[in-house]
């Protein structure tokens, strides 16, 4: 079952700001490593190595971290739009470099589903459009998908009102669907591929299934999602091929070129990044990853925290469960509460007391 993959990352990131005002979101860094990372590979792990990029956002910045796709395995073309086109116009903008079955998936899920599996199943199914499903304690942020007991679906509603859930099982952003389909879509106004694609298939009698998914599934869009899925990731819940860059000691990567001294404190799981400098009295961890080049000064104490590259963090500061952008100064004994998110370059004069 050849197919070929497409994956939306035209989106501008607005839920995941203000850490998306430096980095676009496809590849802000889940331990340290850029997030589109692990959908290559899940799209390699199951035979999918032709794959278009939808992009319409900072594709410079896209095609600069991923390049051909060379270094994941896989091959990469991108496709960019002039203006924003909606969900499903972006699967039509690819449509010019797409053939046959396409798996789509949107660039904001870290998942470990099965790909293979619901290629399978469309294929048995006679399909025209699979839709991965997953369930969700909350339908009403999402798009509910009814089917009945083979699959075929029913309807569809957008972030239901709570008397209206009649089932937690929402589209996941996973989808396959056959190339040809994408000339349904039209090509000069915005389209959504959720409120307007799928329900215009059913309403035309096309076949159309959802599936399952089963696995591991996170839409990363929000800062407290982003930070949820690294501990995920370092709690070995997600199955994936990406690892992180170092040796693995005592349950901590360390990166090429760190430096830690005598006397500083590693709990793992924890990822430490390449060239970075912890001093003595330090304490790091557990659940937390410290990004390449960062600088930790002597008492400091990080814990349950995400630090991107190049941060400075002073003497005696304490970062507990937050995020911090590339290149932020953390002044000495600044105390940083659960939650707080720090824009890249931020910088903290010392004794500063942050989310209290």
């Given amino acids: 079952m050849d197919a070929q993959a497409v994956i939306l990352v035209g989106g501008q990131g607005t839920r995941l700001r203000p850490l998306t005002h430096a980095r676009p979101k496809p590849i802000v860094p889940l331990l340290n490593r850029p997030f589109l990372h692990y959908q290559l590979a899940l799209l390699r792990q199951h035979g999918v190595t032709d794959i278009i990029l939808s992009c319409s956002h900072r594709v410079d910045d896209i095609r600069a971290a991923l390049g051909s ?10 496709v960019a739009e002039s203006e924003p086109l909606g969900t499903a116009g972006g699967v039509r903008n690819a449509a010019d470099l797409a053939s046959g079955r396409l798996v789509v998936l949107n660039g904001d899920v870290l998942t470990d589903a099965d790909v293979g599996a619901v290629l399978r199943f469309h294929e048995t199914r006679g399909s025209r459009t699979t839709i ?9 942020q999402y798009g509910l998908v009814e089917a009945d007991a083979r699959g075929a679906i029913r309807r569809f509603l957008e972030k239901p009102k709570p008397h209206e859930i009649t089932t937690n099982m929402v589209n996941a952003g996973v989808y396959v669907i056959e190339a040809e389909l994408l000339r349904r879509i039209p090509a000069d106004r915005p389209v959504s591929i959720e409120r307007e694609f799928f329900p215009a298939l059913l309403a035309d009698g096309v076949p159309c299934f959802g599936v399952p998914l089963g696995g591991y599934w996170r839409d990363i869009g929000s800062p407290s999602a982003y930070r949820e899925a690294q501990l995920d990731l370092l709690r070995g819940r997600v199955a994936t091929q990406v690892t992180p860059a170092g040796t693995l000691r005592d349950g901590c990567w360390i990166g090429a070129g760190a430096r830690i001294d005598a006397g500083a404190v590693l709990r793992g799981p ?17 659940l937390t990853v410290i990004g390449d080049g960062a600088r930790i000064a002597r008492g400091a104490r990080i814990e349950g925290a995400i630090l991107w590259e190049r941060v400075e963090v002073g003497e005696g500061a304490v970062l507990r469960d937050c995020i911090v952008g590339a290149h932020a100064v953390i002044g000495a004994h600044v105390d940083a509460a659960p939650g707080v998110v720090l824009e890249a370059g931020a910088v903290v004069p010392d004794h500063t007391r942050l989310g209290r």
Avoid: F, K, M, N
């Avoid at 991965?132 to 009403?140: C, K, Q």
């Fill in 270 to 286: 924890a990822v430490i990044g390449t060239d970075v400098r912890v001093q003595a009295g330090a304490r790091l961890g557990p």
């Fill in 69 to 78: 796709g060379a270094d994941a395995g896989v091959r990469l073309r991108y």
């Fill in 132 to 140: 991965g499903l997953t369930p969700v304690d909350d339908p009403t």
